[in-house]
């Protein structure tokens, strides 16, 4: 079954029930957990937002990084742009920031990485590159 969630999220967010999934989805949010999409465009996308009780309560002395995550009703802004089909069912459609900053300092592009590892590898349709 498909799930999404983030390191800041303590694990999943949303999940998909046996009775009610969608395969084309990355489920339902999970009981205690809100999440709405900030500044849709015209056809619903715009920045997955997340609350709840288990969501983070900050960054370890980071402060400013702190307060960069949450919009001003606490809700954690995650970087990754989606969708709510039905009202419900999130669906991921891409980043917010299309870079990952690597340990060394450089610039990483994720889509091409990704692109390339679906070409060469077809039944891994769905992948996505993730920097530490």
Known sequence: MNMYGLSETTGTSTISHSQDFSLH???QNMAGTHIKIANPDEKGEGEITIFGRHI???YLK????TKECFDANGYFKTGDKGRLDKGRFLKIT???KELIIGAGGENIAPVPIEDAFKQHCPACS????VGE
């Open 25 to 27: 989805h990355a489920g």
């Open 56 to 58: 983070m309560m900050g």
């Open 62 to 65: 980071n402060e400013e990084a």
């Open 94 to 96: 891409g980043r917010i």
């Open 126 to 129: 769905n992948i996505m590159v």
